[in-house]
């Protein structure tokens, strides 16, 4: 399925970006849209096998849903893939880490296996941020007991420096740049950035959905 149609069907548009690798391989589906390029695993990944849509516990912070399918380079959904995700705290810290003082915790963890379409989703907190680092989630799919991409997904500036105005987010906006980023400043644009994007739409509560389609080969 086209990534424009999946997210219309789910009540946005998606502009496609197409993304150049290191090489200036321009990495493309049979539908014309980016695949999903990696982003390195960074060093707060821990494989709690928490299977799980909401991955909140007692975190407070803004409620955001995220929505993800899955599909192949022919553009086909993947089902039964597990879509595994981390992100730190409002505040900038994560679970689970002697380094942040949360050993045994597992807040904002968790995976889901996509559905018949390739779609899955998880209740979280927009999360905060940290020295060095845009505003991002961790992700990675598995399939058939196969690593096939370790990434980082964003966020639109101007809907995350509106959430950061939230009393919650003390620190405020987030002030590093994508080409300040510890991961994203080896790239000589903002290509690989623009394509991981999500796109955002809100419910009929006024909280926001954050959408990504996955493309893997």
């Known amino acids: 399925m086209n990534r424009?149609?999946?997210l219309s069907i789910l009540g946005s548009s998606f502009?496609?970006?197409?993304?150049?690798?290191a090489k200036k391989d321009i990495l493309?589906?049979?539908c014309n849209d980016p695949v999903t390029p990696p982003v390195p695993e960074g060093p707060y990944y821990k494989n709690e096998k928490l299977n799980r849509v909401d991955i909140t516990e007692h975190k407070q912070g803004v409620p955001i849903k995220y929505v993800f399918r899955v599909e192949?380079?022919?553009?086909?959904?993947?089902?039964g893939a597990i879509v595994d995700i981390w992100q730190c705290d409002k505040d900038g810290h994560y679970s689970d880490f002697k380094a942040e003082n949360t050993l045994d915790q597992t807040w904002l963890?968790?995976?889901q296996k996509t559905d018949k379409d390739g779609v899955c989703e998880f209740i979280a907190i927009f999360p905060g941020w940290y020295k060095g680092r845009?505003?991002?989630l961790h992700a990675k799919v598995h399939i058939d007991d196969k690593t096939v991409l370790t990434t980082n997904l964003f966020f639109p500036k101007e809907f995350e420096n509106k959430i950061y105005q939230n009393p919650l987010?003390?620190?405020g906006p987030n002030p590093i740049s994508i080409l300040e980023d510890i991961e994203l400043r080896v790239d000589k644009d903002?290509?690989?950035h623009d394509t991981l994007v999500m796109q955002i739409s809100h419910n009929e509560k006024g909280e926001p959905i954050a959408k990504y389609t996955i493309a893997v080969v």
């Open 190 to 192: 903002t290509k690989r």
């Open 28 to 30: 493309l589906t049979d």
């Open 134 to 136: 845009i505003t991002h």
């Open 109 to 111: 963890r968790g995976f």
């Open 15 to 21: 502009i496609g970006l197409l993304f150049v690798s």
């Open 169 to 171: 987010y003390s620190k």
């Open 4 to 6: 424009t149609k999946f």
């Open 72 to 79: 192949d380079e022919h553009c086909k959904p993947i089902p």
